[in-house]
C-alpha cells in the first residue's frame, strides 16, 4: 500500500524542497535520468526512495558515490512520486546546487534534534 501521508522530520523538509524543485525545473526525476544528470556531473544532490530497487540502488549509488554527490535516503517510493505530481519515483536528481544545499541543510537539521 503506497504511503498518504506527508512527514514532518527533516526528510519531510528535504521532499518539500524537490517538490518545488520539480515545478522549477531543478530536479530529474526516475534512476535513468538521475544516473545520466550524475554522469554529465551536473548532480549536485541524489534523493533515493527507502524502498528503491538493489538494482536500482545499485545503479545510482555506486555512480553517486563514485561521483562524490550526497545521498539522502527519501521516504517510499510512491510518496515522492506523489510529492512530484507522477507515479511512484525510485531516485530524483537535484540540478541546482542552491537547492542542493537546502536539501542537505534540510537534512543536516534532522540530525541535531
Known amino acids: 500500500m503506497a504511503e498518504t501521508r506527508q512527514p514532518r522530520d527533516a526528510v519531510g523538509r528535504a521532499l518539500a524542497l524537490v517538490g518545488l524543485g520539480m ?3 531543478l530536479v530529474v526525476p526516475g534512476v ?4 545520466a544528470l550524475l554522469q554529465r556531473g551536473k548532480c549536485y544532490v541524489v534523493m533515493i526512495a527507502r524502498d528503491l530497487s538493489p538494482r536500482a ?9 563514485a561521483k562524490q554527490v ?3 535516503v527519501g521516504p517510499g517510493a ?12 525510485m531516485a530524483v536528481g537535484v540540478r541546482d546546487r ?5 536539501i542537505l541543510a534540510a537534512i543536516a537539521s534532522g540530525d541535531r534534534t
Open 57 to 65: 540502488r545499485m545503479k545510482v549509488e555506486l555512480l553517486a558515490r
Open 23 to 25: 515545478h522549477g525545473g
Open 78 to 89: 510512491g510518496l515522492i512520486g506523489e510529492r512530484l505530481g507522477r507515479p511512484p519515483v
Open 70 to 72: 550526497p545521498i539522502v
Open 32 to 35: 535513468e535520468g538521475t544516473r
Open 98 to 102: 542552491k537547492l542542493a544545499a537546502g
